[in-house]
């Protein structure tokens, strides 16, 4: 179906666009040396998940059992569960693993380690370690990284070795201090595997990864693996970030002008919240495009539009500082748009069907699933 | 299923509470003497709204054509679609129409009631009214009010009335703003009446409303019927402006404790921006909660708990202000929390259902749909 057809708000994904975020996220693993191990969060969609290991993607990695689930009866056997094992979740994951999945998971404390013990299984597992305080994970020097991987694996498990993500990244701006984090996130995991090594427990894996550091490393001495999701598509927070330019981004929503405000040089649409997300995560940075940036139907940017507001299912599009007076006359009702999203994840769950165009050709409908 | 063996995260209903806010509203509209019709956007949900039905409401008002068509599927006739028709939109409309949903459109501008005209179907239409330059509506001054409505009428549309929304009551807190606002909505959409009327169009419907107006008017003379629709959950962003208190709000997610941080006196949930979503409503208002209030699994908040941090799948909990040293002691790995939402109509289409819970009774399955 041609995408002016589609009804709106509907998630696009230019498929070229795609593919180049594949090809070249796969060359820089290549290049230094690395497995790309992507994290299929971004997408949650299996055409999407194809096409990155058709690429040379190793495994994928997934943010909830759900999408072991999913991506397992698609195909994918090789699965990383890269949160926090919760212990009320191991009879699940268990399930996973005695249908064939080589599903491996992550712990971070003695608490869950026991518990994945107790479950009798010899899990695969690694040990998440904390590169850059934004989150979760062990630090690389605290004696807590020995006792976790000394219990796993005297407990019968299956000790893989380490895992990080340096999720600060997203909040640098410079290609110098991007650089410096991704070094940190390399050296301070290769530094937990040479300690649980020099422990004598066994690390075959390092695995590391952000968009932002995988795009800035100079080099991955050590690490064995690098994990990415939101380069598939890019988005408005990457932009800022510096990873991407603007004509990389490969999702956007497709929405349609139902209203004005003339005096205020408003456009009113049919794309809200509910279909951008209320994720604001350009607000801190360079340039706030609000709720997304505005363009053509045919995905050119329509010069300083935004979306300046947004309620369930209202968008307000407007130029951003000067006011627009002949927006009615440019846009008028029925007009189709699309709209480049600030945060590719948490747009795409908006919706459970993606349209990828390429070109001229109809639209392809792709199932995205979501949930727990 | 006692809630405690659920998979997490998890959406709970507390049903007592959920009943008690359907009673408030609707109470609160017949002493106004105007009928009530919720707005089912909130919880998306033929078990929420079937409740509310029985409890007095007159119809439903929806805000996408696929919620009009799950509830007509689900029985529910009398439909208000409350956003600007988008003239690729029609069809859908009128096949609704022709299964025999009383299904009311909304316009705000002569393209669109031009289209609705075009289709050659005596629809039922709304005026949207702008009254207080939050969003989309016409000025109830503004001579383009009569020239709409002189186009559907004269167009064979029926004309049924003007509708508001007082959206901008999300920014207030005090009952003082709370009241003036309720009455300039009430009297700007009154007005907008009385000029069709003058004009010799007719005007039966008055219909105006925002959980905040509705429950802060203090009359609605000239209004014939309330919309609201965050009222039957209420949420943290609701108790800030004012209209309600935690212990009302009767949505949360169910959530557990799958790692820390000690030093830092961070817990780390399995309930990230994935499953609250990434409403920051909070953020602007008197007390700001973060991703959300944290509670036991009893429902009783705990003092100074929020969610002060959210990635995809990953929440932090940790103390306001203060640290909290001994957090892993006291939520060790495994426990299960409740986390109170900032805005109730965004978590809650984060889950495809809801899991209704009261007292000691085993939790039941309410499917809620998304979409377009």
Redesign the interface.
């Known amino acids: 179906m041609d995408i002016s057809r589609l009804?709106?708000?509907?998630a696009l994904i230019d498929e070229p666009r795609m593919m180049c975020n594949i090809a070249r996220m796969q060359q820089r693993a290549s290049a230094l040396g690395v497995s790309l191990r992507p994290h299929v969060?971004t997408s949650k969609c299996v055409e999407v998940a194809r096409r990155q290991q058709a690429a040379g993607a190793s495994g994928i990695t997934v943010?909830?059992l759900k999408e072991a689930e999913q991506f397992f009866d698609a195909g994918f056997a090789d699965v990383l569960y890269a949160?926090?094992?919760?212990?009320?979740?191991l009879d699940?994951a268990l399930a996973l693993r005695r249908r064939g999945c080589a599903l491996t998971i992550a712990v971070?404390?003695v608490?869950?380690a026991q518990?994945v013990i107790a479950t009798g299984h010899a899990f695969d597992a690694l040990i998440?370690v904390?590169c850059d305080g934004h989150?979760?994970g062990v630090q690389p020097d605290d004696s807590l990284l020995i006792e976790i991987g000394r219990t796993l694996h005297d407990g019968g498990v299956i000790l893989k070795g380490v895992m990080t993500h340096a999720?600060s990244s997203y909040d640098l701006d410079t290609p110098e201090a991007l650089q410096r984090l991704a070094e940190q996130e390399r050296s301070r995991s290769v530094r937990a595997a040479q300690r649980l090594r020099a422990a004598g427990l066994p690390c075959p894996v390092v695995s590391v990864g952000s968009t932002p550091t995988a795009l800035s490393a100079e080099n991955l001495a050590g690490v064995t693996e690098l994990r990415a999701g939101v380069y598939v598509f890019f988005d408005l927070v990457m932009a800022n970030v510096g990873v991407c330019g603007l004509d990389n981004l490969a999702l956007s929503v497709l929405t349609?002008?139902?209203?004005?405000?003339p005096e205020k040089g408003w456009a009113?649409v049919?794309a809200g919240?509910?279909?951008m997300?209320?994720?604001?995560g350009t607000q801190r940075q360079k340039i706030d495009y609000g709720y997304g940036a505005v363009c053509d139907l045919a995905g050119a940017p329509l010069d300083g539009l935004i979306m300046t507001?947004a309620?369930?299912?209202?968008g307000?599009v407007s130029r951003r500082g000067t006011a627009d007076p002949d927006i009615a006359q440019r846009l008028?009702?029925?007009t189709q748009l699309r709209i480049l999203p600030n945060?590719a994840?948490?747009t795409g769950?908006?919706?459970?069907e993606y349209h990828a165009v390429s070109g001229a050709r109809p639209a392809q409908q792709w199932r995205r699933f979501?949930?727990?």
Chains 1, 2 share one sequence.
């Open positions: 009804q709106t708000p509907a969060k943010s909830t949160v926090g094992m919760a212990p009320s979740k699940r971070d404390s608490a869950a518990a998440e904390d989150r979760s999720g349609t002008v139902i209203g004005h405000q009113i049919d919240w509910m279909a997300s209320r994720d604001r507001g309620n369930q299912e209202h307000i008028p009702v029925g945060h994840c948490a769950t908006q919706f459970s979501d949930g727990w």
